[in-house]
Every structure is written in structure tokens, then in C-alpha cells.
């Protein structure tokens, strides 16, 4: 459901992503992972829309996505939990989760009840200030902001940065149950090993802005690990 066709992407003068090849296919659950600075969050803020490629193709649903701005994402039925949480720290986690239903794929204007059924704490902090929150609530608000919408696909980057084991847990059985039960398609980035083979039915290595291997997670071996992600 989302395709990348030999993708180039630059800052400026310096390529960061070259010839990059990817198929995430629907209901799978994909792992992204490599060393710092190999380009994992440039490979998600190209999905997203967020950064332009300067070769080759993005489609999502078979439609060229390769123009089309973060904002339509939305409508393209993708959720995105950014790195380092983004949540607005002044708007209390109730207006914190409203602000994405907005956006035109949200016909209701009220948060989906099973989003506090998920994370039953932002339903006991509706009204505190989402700054004020710990940084595990302000992920639970994150990834809950996401499913507001109600996307086909999650994409997280790395949302178990700083976060207790307990937490971590709450999410790895969250992120398990969406794609068991609805179907939802998980795009995870994560430098933490136990945590991406407990999530990643499949794994994809970076380096360098190139991909160096993929395939099922069984397939991780200790010898790529060591290659592409022991520092
Ligand atoms: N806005 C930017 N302008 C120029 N270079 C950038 C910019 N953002 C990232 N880079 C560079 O692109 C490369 C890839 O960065 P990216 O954040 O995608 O890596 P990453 O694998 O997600 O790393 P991390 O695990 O540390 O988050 C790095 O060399 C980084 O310095």
C-alpha cells in the first residue's frame, strides 16, 4: 500500500536517502532500523509528505503521493507519531487530541472512545495541560492524537525514547492489538532490539541513507545486528 521506487532525497547539496526501494504492505507490521543519522526519520518525513524526494516514485494506495502535502495525509488514511512527541504543551490533552478532528477525513467532531479505552490515563487528565504531563502520558497523547482519525496506517518514530518499562509495555500491546484487530498497518522506527522483534513482523537495516537488508524478522540475525545496529 505504500511503494518507494529507487528514492532520492537531499538537503540542500547533500543526499541523505539514495535509490531507496520499499513495499509496506497492508495489515504488515514493519520495522525501520539502523544507527543514528542513517536517515530513518528522513525515510518517514518523505512518507509523510513533510520532506520532497528528488528521484524516484512514492505511492500510497497505487496514487502518486510523491506531491501531495502532509496535509492530505490525513485523508490518505496515515497517522504519524512524530519523534520527540510534538504534543502542544499550553492546549490540555482534551484540545491536544481535538486538534485533529479538523481535519476533512474526521466527520465526527467528538474523540473516538475507544482512543481512552486504549490509554485510560488521558481520559483522567482530560483537562491537564499536555506540558504538565509526564513523558510516557505525553506519548500515550501522541500516539492517541494519531488514532483520532481512525488511520490505516501508524507511523511512529521511535516512541519508546526516554519512556518507562511499564509505559513501553502499554505500548507494544496497544500498537499489537490495533494491527490483530483492525487490521492497522504499523511502521515503526526503533533502535531498541527487543522491543522491534516483539513489534516488527518484518525488518528493514539502514545505513547510510541506503537500505542494506530486509525481510522477515526471523531473518535478524546477530550478525547483521552487529553489522548495521551494535554501536
Ligand atoms: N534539516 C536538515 N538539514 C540538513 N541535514 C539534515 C536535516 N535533518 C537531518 N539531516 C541529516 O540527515 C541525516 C539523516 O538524519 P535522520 O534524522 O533521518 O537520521 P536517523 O536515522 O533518524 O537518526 P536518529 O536515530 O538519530 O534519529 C543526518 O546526517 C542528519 O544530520
Redesign the pocket.
Known amino acids: 500500500m505504500i511503494e518507494l521506487k529507487s528514492v532520492d532525497q537531499r ?2 547539496g ?1 543526499q ?1 536517502l539514495w535509490d531507496l526501494n520499499l513495499n509496506i504492505k497492508k495489515g504488515s507490521r514493519t520495522c525501520i532500523m ?1 544507527r ?8 518517514l518525513k518523505v512518507i509523510m509528505g513533510m520532506l520532497p524526494i528528488s528521484g524516484g516514485s512514492l505511492t500510497i494506495n497505487n496514487k502518486d503521493a510523491a506531491k501531495a502535502s502532509v496535509e492530505a495525509r490525513p485523508e490518505m488514511g496515515i497517522g504519524y507519531v512524530p ?1 520527540g512527541r510534538h504534543i502542544f504543551p499550553q492546549l490540555t490533552v482534551e484540545e491536544n487530541l481535538k486538534v485533529s478532528l479538523n481535519c476533512k477525513r474526521q466527520t465526527s467532531k467528538t474523540i473516538p472512545e475507544h482512543v481512552y479505552e486504549l490509554f485510560p490515563v488521558l481520559k483522567e487528565m482530560l483537562h491537564r495541560r499536555g506540558g504538565d504531563l509526564s513523558g510516557g502520558q505525553q506519548q500515550q497523547l501522541a500516539i492517541g492524537r494519531a488514532l483520532v482519525l481512525n488511520p490505516e496506517v501508524l507511523i511512529l518514530d ?1 516512541p519508546n525514547e526516554g519512556i518507562q518499562p511499564n509505559i513501553v509495555q502499554l505500548i507494544r500491546d496497544v500498537l499489537l492489538k490495533l494491527n490483530k484487530e483492525q487490521g492497522m498497518t504499523i511502521i515503526l ?1 526503533e ?1 531498541k532490539l527487543p522491543f522491534a522483534r516483539a513489534i516488527g513482523e518484518e525488518f528493514i537495516l ?1 545505513e547510510k541513507g541506503h537500505v542494506m537488508s530486509s525481510g522477515p524478522m526471523a531473518q535478524l540475525t546477530d550478525e547483521l545486528v552487529g553489522q548495521y545496529l551494535a554501536v
Not at 543514528?36 to 525515510?43: A, F, S
Open positions: 538537503y540542500g547533500t541523505i539502523g543514528n543519522g542513517v536517515g530513518k526519520t528522513t525515510l519523534q521511535e522506527v533502535q539502514m
